[in-house]
């Protein structure tokens, strides 16, 4: 990836959200979401800091497409970001990126789909690893209520347990129907609970400062 300052990058993906008009406080919150996701559960998908940049822009963007096309906007989406030169990635960088974006809904990523069929082996996992999370933060923010605040996993061995900080009773079967592609990555089942905590709580969550909740076991 290019040289540039993770507020540079994130400052054109914003900049091309804002030219598609977009639900901006819940793309941050998905991002946000999925930025925890992907630090506490690094012991699971083993990416790094360059694959969190492609996650934190494929969150915010996800659902660009909405006002072109409210029924297949993951697809627009990933078309918008496709054809997109002003983003700070490289091509195959924005292949990566559109298809995490597309797959945060709908069907779950096959090797005859346009794209992703071009893409190599390693490719291919980055866009699954990726797109199960997005998915998951996706529905962490279930109505776009901007309720879950937090949230905290513990890796177990056919497992990965999800405790949703909220400062409100909120449903998360939207989390569950969202979880079959990460079921399918890492071969293990996401439990989901929920814990409701002060409204005036600040959890920090796109620090990667912030407490790792991760553990093996």
Wanted: one cysteine or more.
């Amino acid at each position: 990836m290019v040289a540039l300052k993770i507020a540079d990058i994130t400052d054109s993906v914003v900049e091309l959200g804002r030219s598609c008009p977009f639900d901006m406080g819940h793309a941050f919150r998905v991002s946000r979401l999925a930025l925890r996701l992907f630090d506490q559960l690094a012991p699971l998908h083993g990416m790094g800091n360059t694959e969190r940049i492609w996650l934190r822009a494929a969150a915010l963007l996800h659902d660009i497409g909405k006002s072109q096309d409210p029924k297949d906007h993951h697809k627009t989406a990933r078309d918008i970001i496709l054809r997109s030169a002003s983003l700070p990635f490289r091509a195959e960088e924005r292949v990566i990126i559109a298809l995490v974006a597309r797959y945060h809904r709908g069907s779950l990523p096959e090797g005859d789909h346009a794209y992703f069929r071009d893409l190599d082996a390693e490719s291919q996992l980055y866009v699954a690893k990726l797109a199960s999370l997005l998915r998951l933060a996706d529905g962490l923010d279930e109505g776009r209520s901007g309720l879950v605040d937090d949230v905290f996993c513990q890796i177990r061995p056919r497992c990965v347990l999800l405790r949703a900080l909220s400062r409100d009773t909120v449903s998360l079967r939207k989390v569950l129907r969202k979880a079959d592609l990460f079921g399918r990555t890492f071969g293990r089942d996401v439990v989901v609970g929920v814990e409701i905590v002060p409204a005036h709580l600040d959890l920090g969550l796109d620090s990667k400062a912030a407490p790792a909740y991760a553990a093996a076991r």
